[in-house]
């Protein structure tokens, strides 16, 4: 195995980039606080505040006019304002970093996989209910220790996904009436993810690239457990053998560079358990 070691330069750039990468992140969690609207409605000549929390107008009203829903409302607005102009500050300032990224040469996971654990990201679902296990969790790692694995280990045309289903998750849509299918989460990646035939489980893109959705077996071969997060059209995750020692392991949790210099947070299995697991793989006689 050929490692080679960031340079004092590559290190600091991939640090400063985390640390704003990190920045964005919460921001982007207060601004999501802040969805929908705060305005005033008139019934019956008095005037009440009500608060949106989608575009479809729902929401909930907070009270009759008075001094303090007054300051609710202006409080509302002015935080509002605020992290929206921070969001929009910070969303230059990564573009202008992705560019110190790749002058660096430190841009190093396909932007197909970045992509993806962005949008798993942003609605929490990536770490609480989703992994990356397989190869591309050697990104996380490398990372992690400050060096690059020879790009013949971290090749791979496909990045596997493994689903807890012991956590309850549903995708809902804005207007929360019914769920959200996990492909239509990939297809805001790259529309061109499509199911491949019989192989539920997996999509492909245009490209060849393929995401692969996977479960552990059943502890209890009578036990009945879900294996679409959405509705029939969905994918249909395939069960695999002791993929409960990655499950059961401790998240790991880093940030990686896409080949666009953007970078994403990857939640993968501890690195322990990943060797561990790969060891075993490779003594089964039904595996290259």
Known sequence: MIMRELTDNQSRIFIDTSQLYESFRDVYRKKLSYR?????????????????????????GLGLKTEKTEKIYHHFHSNKKQISERFKQLKIRLKEQARFCKAAKIQRVPRVVTSILRELDQRNILGNHLMVIGTNALYAYEAAAGLFFDQKITATQDMDILWD??????????NKSEPENFIDI???????????????????????????????????????ERDQIGDEDDLVAIEVMNLSW?????????????????????VAPDPRAFAL?????????DRD
Not at 47 to 59: A, I, P, Q, S
Not at 246 to 266: E, N, T
């Open 36 to 60: 929908g609207g705060m305005h005033w409605k008139k019934s019956k000549n008095k005037e009440y505040l009500f608060k949106t929390v989608d575009r479809y107008g729902n929401g909930n």
């Open 246 to 266: 990655l499950l059961s392991a401790p998240k790991f949790s880093q940030i990686v560079i896409g080949d666009d210099g953007y970078p994403a947070r990857m």
């Open 165 to 174: 289903v012991r956590s309850k998750l549903t995708l809902a849509i804005d």
């Open 277 to 285: 697991h790969k060891f075993w793989v490779s003594q089964q006689p």
């Open 186 to 224: 990939l297809r805001k990646v790259d529309k061109s993810f499509d199911i491949l035939g019989k192989q539920k489980y997996r999509v492909a893109n245009n490209n060849g690239y393929m995401v692969d959705l996977l479960k552990t077996v059943p502890p209890n071969i009578f036990a009945k």
